[in-house]
């Protein structure tokens, strides 16, 4: 990890951190998926290439990057993901990896393991196969992926467990907490807010818990009570999108998060500067204070 007095002395609006949605081409549906919309040949066919992910990522990197996380979709799906990869890794950057784990074999685990990873966290939605799958549709996603969290441990790979709560699930929810505890070092995750999907379905919303159902839950374990009464909390800190950390999806647009995609910026037309402290800065985000949006003036503009 890069030590804090270092980070501290940072300036103000510095990428420091990037999550890169390298495809949305997946090999399972999960029914509460955002970007399954666009899992088909023709939205794939848009994708950015090798060579445009490179080029930006050489501008990322040259501008200052320090951490870079690749999400999906699922990442492995492309063939040249490790291309990717140990090129990001190589170049010194601290890579966080999201994926479903389904697609990790033996061999991956031994090409994740030559060059470290930061971390990998892998989405476990159920401790048995029959939850899991009716969440993934996938047939035999559930064992590939228990196999993938072994293949992970084994070559002690960092890895964090992590699932969303839905109807479905929310009986094995805390199994599954208890399950990543068993692991040893392995940290433990729950996602609760559910997204439209990238074309506006709110088919994904059909299996969200409601708010006394969500409270029932944390309820029920100490870590997830905790967390959520400091989510309630009046004195959190202000949304800092587009400050620090930024998001870049599967055709080259720079948003503020990857919850944000109401404007965007077009990478592969443009440069990373320009879009980072020019436009960037002049995106509209509902969570940030009057206070913050006072720091991200359209008129700061370092090209």
Same mark, same amino acid.
């Given at each position: 990890?890069?030590?804090?007095?270092?980070?501290?002395?940072?300036?103000?609006?510095?990428?420091?951190?990037?999550?890169?949605?390298?495809?949305?081409?997946?090999?399972?549906?999960?029914?509460?998926?955002?970007?399954?919309?666009?899992?088909?040949?023709?939205?794939?066919?848009?994708?950015?290439?090798?060579?445009?992910?490179?080029?930006?990522?050489?501008?990322?990197?040259?501008?200052?990057?320090?951490? @870079?996380?690749? !999400?999906?979709?699922?990442? %492995?799906? +492309?063939?040249?993901?490790?291309?990717?990869?140990? $090129? /990001?890794? #190589?170049?010194?950057?601290?890579?966080?990896?999201?994926?479903?784990?389904?697609?990790?074999?033996?061999?991956?685990?031994?090409?994740?393991?030559?060059?470290?990873?930061?971390?990998?966290?892998?989405?476990?939605?159920?401790?048995?196969?029959?939850?899991?799958?009716?969440?993934?549709?996938?047939?035999?996603?559930?064992?590939?992926?228990?196999?993938?969290?072994?293949?992970?441990?084994?070559?002690?790979?960092?890895? @964090?467990?992590? !699932?969303?709560?839905?109807? %479905?699930? +929310?009986?094995?929810?805390?199994?599954?907490?208890? $399950? /990543?505890? #068993?692991?040893?070092?392995?940290?433990?995750?729950?996602?609760?807010?559910?997204?439209?999907?990238?074309?506006?379905?709110?088919?994904?919303?059909?299996?969200?818990?409601?708010?006394?159902?969500?409270?029932?839950?944390?309820?029920?374990?100490?870590?997830?009570?905790?967390?959520?009464?400091?989510?309630?909390?009046?004195?959190?800190?202000?949304?800092?999108?587009?400050?620090?950390?930024?998001?870049?999806?599967?055709?080259?647009?720079?948003?503020?998060?990857?919850?944000?995609? +109401?404007?965007?910026?077009?990478?592969?037309?443009?440069?990373?500067?320009?879009?980072?402290?020019?436009?960037?800065?002049?995106?509209?985000?509902?969570?940030?204070?009057?206070?913050?949006?006072?720091?991200?003036?359209?008129?700061?503009?370092?090209?």
């Amino acid at each position: 990890m890069v030590p804090q007095v270092k980070l501290s002395r940072l300036p103000e609006r510095f990428p420091l951190a990037c999550q890169w949605e390298l495809t949305c081409r997946c090999n399972l549906r999960c029914v509460m998926c955002y970007t399954d919309c666009r899992n088909n040949p023709d939205s794939v066919r848009r994708e950015l290439t090798t060579a445009e992910i490179v080029r930006i990522l050489d501008q990322l990197i040259e501008a200052g990057l320090l951490e @870079l996380c690749l !999400t999906g979709g699922e990442p %492995l799906a +492309r063939a040249d993901f490790f291309e990717i990869y140990e $090129y /990001a890794v #190589s170049r010194g950057l601290l890579v966080t990896l999201f994926t479903n784990g389904t697609l990790i074999t033996e061999s991956v685990a031994d090409r994740l393991a030559a060059l470290p990873p930061h971390r990998v966290e892998i989405s476990l939605h159920g401790t048995t196969a029959g939850t899991f799958e009716q969440i993934t549709q996938g047939n035999g996603s559930h064992a590939r992926c228990m196999d993938a969290i072994r293949l992970l441990l084994a070559r002690r790979i960092p890895l @964090l467990v992590k !699932t969303t709560a839905l109807t %479905l699930n +929310r009986d094995e929810i805390l199994a599954v907490k208890a $399950y /990543a505890a #068993s692991l040893g070092p392995v940290a433990f995750r729950l996602g609760e807010d559910l997204r439209p999907e990238l074309d506006g379905g709110a088919g994904p919303f059909r299996y969200a818990l409601s708010r006394q159902e969500l409270d029932e839950l944390h309820r029920q374990d100490q870590d997830l009570w905790s967390e959520a009464c400091r989510k309630s909390g009046t004195d959190l800190p202000p949304c800092n999108s587009g400050m620090r950390r930024f998001h870049i999806d599967a055709y080259g647009g720079m948003q503020l998060c990857s919850g944000n995609r +109401r404007q965007s910026y077009d990478l592969r037309h443009g440069s990373f500067r320009e879009g980072f402290y020019g436009a960037l800065p002049g995106f509209a985000c509902e969570w940030k204070t009057s206070a913050a949006t006072a720091l991200v003036q359209p008129e700061t503009h370092h090209v």
